[in-house]
């Protein structure tokens, strides 16, 4: 006899569990629907590319602080020394003029009309009295000198205080810069871990070519406009391949306005630490036809990069972190001027 039992019915706890799973499963699979597409290599590196174009920016910066940084330390010093010795020379006065007040007291104990009536050398006495008018002249101008040095010293003492507080300043913006490169490189850093490791040495095999073709860069044959441009330019030639490291000035590693620095200086010419300083550093040239090897060549519109004008087209730089002093088409810049110095 076949059963006419009805079919159990689902438990009102089951269904809610049934649910609730359903729904959470949908949840998911709409929120992997709008998740945002890992990116792809193409635009990892292009944002690479541009956290490296910002530390060389912000290492500009640094530069500029570390210099002055330097230069505020030198002054600080040598207004310290001036003060150590402009006190050693105030002591020295006022231990001139307590002699002369000791050797007045000791010849001033008695009324000079009184000594001049009991002298028996009348003449004697008027030679001691002369002498006794010229030490005090002397006494009047070592207090003279003394109030002028005391007041040297409180100038000075001012002005290195001051000198103190600006360096204290400067050394806070240095740390401030340094610790932005180091952000931007440790977020560049972290975009190249999301590429897988075939992506990330197909970046460094393009790099790696960058840094092979510059050793064929065709250079032409323009003379350099001045004897000290053609020695920076063959200085800056001896350091292809040196790594970039911001704030380096040579000779094992450069940034860019290190490079430039180093090359001149090795032509026995001072030039400024920073791109932006060395923009005034010679005569300004605006057309790249106009270019000569050796000349300076600025880019971006605040002028955060810079290197030597190598000829036909090509300047001789150190580019940005994970490359090396290198040529490279100006075209692949936005160039600003050039500067011949």
């Not at 359903?22 to 944002?47: F, G, M, R, W, Y």
């Amino acid at each position: 006899m076949a059963s006419h039992r009805r079919p159990k019915q689902p438990s009102r706890t089951r269904v809610t569990v049934l649910t609730a799973t359903a729904a959470a499963a949908v949840a998911l699979t709409a929120q992997a629907a709008h998740a945002d597409p890992k990116p792809t290599k193409s635009e990892v590196k292009a944002k690479v590319d541009k956290l490296y174009e910002d530390v060389d920016a912000v290492s500009q910066k640094y530069d500029g602080a570390k210099d002055q940084q330097s230069k505020l330390k030198k002054q600080v010093d040598d207004l310290q020394d001036s003060v150590a010795r402009g006190q050693e020379d105030l002591n020295k006065l006022r231990g001139q003029l307590g002699s002369m007040a000791s050797a007045q007291y000791r010849s001033g104990g008695i009324d000079p009309s009184v000594q001049l009536f009991l002298s028996s050398d009348p003449n004697t006495f008027l030679d001691k009295a002369t002498a006794q008018d010229q030490l005090s002249d002397q006494q009047a101008d070592a207090v003279k000198k003394i109030q002028a040095k005391q007041r040297t010293l409180a100038q000075e003492r001012a002005e290195a205080q001051d000198k103190l507080k600006d360096l204290a300043s400067t050394r806070k913006e240095l740390g401030k810069k340094k610790q932005e490169v180091q952000d931007k490189l440790a977020s560049a850093r972290q975009l190249l871990s999301t590429l897988t490791a075939a992506e990330r040495a197909s970046i460094a095999a393009e790099n790696s070519r960058a840094n092979r073709a510059s050793d064929r860069a065709d250079l032409g044959n323009a003379v350099p406009a001045s004897a000290r441009g053609a020695e920076a330019l063959n200085a800056a030639k001896t350091q292809l391949g040196k790594p970039y490291v911001y704030g380096a000035t040579g000779p094992a590693s450069f940034d860019c306005s290190g490079l430039t620095s180093w090359a001149y200086a090795q032509a026995g010419v001072t030039i400024p630490r920073t791109s932006q300083a060395q923009a005034n550093a010679g005569q300004r040239i605006y057309s790249q036809s106009a270019l000569k090897p050796g000349d300076l060549v600025l880019f971006y519109g605040d002028m955060h990069h810079i290197g030597i004008y190598a000829g036909n087209g090509q300047v001789l730089h150190a580019p940005h972190t994970g490359a090396v002093v290198r040529y490279e088409a100006m075209g692949d810049m936005p160039f600003q001027f050039g500067v011949r110095i």
